[in-house]
Structure formats: structure tokens, C-alpha cells
């Protein structure tokens, strides 16, 4: 007996242009079953990663080895005094991938071998979300710090169905996002 892995096809369209907050994207997601499937749910996100990145400097004190600027003094290598100072940068980066907003596609559907539902559900990308006014004040925040950025790459839209008896079926794309929130260069 064969079994088919992928029991939904999702094809997800939207208009490719670049978003501001404040805007609506208008989405149509069709789902086109391979067999008889059932739905448990259904969502449409808008994801982002969100990168968090501090550089340090460490510092430390050493001698240049033999044949350096330290073995003429006094000729002698062992009496030299420090002739640089050895530094290091660290980069840390901090990255996870948040949802900011997300609508239901559909509840609970029984979908039928090869017939196509197709579903148009909107996102409007509201400037007074709490996680971006978040974002935002931590932004504010590190624009002061050269030493600290924030930024949110790449954005992308996920439609995700919850099949039964079956793997769940994702599709993502990449979408531009203008969000006044990169801090660094």
C-alpha cells in the first residue's frame, strides 16, 4: 500500500510589492488536496526574524615576540615594556523568528480529491501592534549604542493547514516589509 506524505498542495498569492505598516495584504491561498483530507485549521502569518546583534571588544596586554619593537630596548628582550595592546572583537547575534500577525483561513473543512478551495484573507499590518511598538522602543533604544543593532530580515508570509490523519502543509514566501526598526547598517 502506498501512502501519500503530502496530502495538500497549498499555493499562496499575493500581491509583490513593498508593505508599510499601516497597509493590508490581500492574500488568496488555494489548498488542493491529493486525496480526501480533513481540516482541523488554518492560519495565514506574517513572520519575521528578529536579530539582535552586539559587538565587544576585549582587550589585553602582550609583547611582540622576538625581533619586535620590544628588543630594542636596552637591548635586552625581558625588559621591554608593553609595545601594543592585542584586541579582539566578538560579534554576538541573538535570532528568533517571531509571528506579528496572523489570520484564520479556514475552521474545520472536509476538501475532496482534486477539488481546489481557494480562500482570500487579508492582513493589515497595524503600526500599533504591541510587539512592534516593543521592537520599536528597543530600536530607539539601541540607535544610541554603536555597539547594538536590531534589526527584523526576512519577512515572509506562512500559510500553515492542520491536516488529519496527515502532515501538516506549509507554504511560505518572502515579502518586503518597510518597518522603521533597523538599526543597524
Known amino acids: ?32 488536496p491529493s486525496r480526501d483530507t480533513g481540516i482541523r485549521g488554518s492560519s495565514l502569518s506574517l513572520m519575521g526574524q528578529v536579530r539582535r546583534t552586539k559587538v565587544s571588544t576585549k582587550v589585553g596586554v602582550g609583547r611582540v615576540p622576538y625581533g619586535g619593537p620590544t628588543s630594542l630596548h636596552r637591548g635586552n628582550p625581558l625588559h621591554g615594556t608593553p609595545s601594543y595592546i592585542p584586541t579582539a572583537q566578538q560579534t554576538e547575534q541573538e535570532i528568533s523568528t517571531e509571528v506579528f500577525y496572523s489570520a484564520p483561513i479556514v475552521a474545520i473543512e472536509s476538501l475532496r480529491e482534486g477539488d481546489a478551495s481557494k480562500h482570500d484573507v487579508a492582513l493589515r499590518l497595524d503600526p500599533k501592534l ?11 533604544r539601541l540607535r ?18 492542520d491536516v488529519v490523519m496527515g502532515r501538516d502543509a506549509v507554504a511560505r ?13
Open 1 to 32: 500500500m502506498v501512502f501519500n506524505l503530502d496530502p495538500l498542495d497549498i499555493k499562496l498569492d499575493f500581491e509583490r510589492r513593498k508593505y508599510r505598516l499601516g497597509d493590508t495584504i490581500n492574500a488568496t491561498v488555494t489548498l488542493t
Open 144 to 161: 544610541q549604542d554603536a555597539n547594538q543593532g536590531l534589526s527584523i530580515e526576512p519577512w515572509w508570509l506562512e500559510a500553515r493547514v
Open 173 to 185: 514566501r518572502r515579502i518586503e516589509i518597510i518597518a522603521p526598526l533597523k538599526t543597524t547598517t
Open 130 to 140: 504591541s510587539k512592534l511598538q516593543r521592537l520599536s522602543r528597543e530600536a530607539t
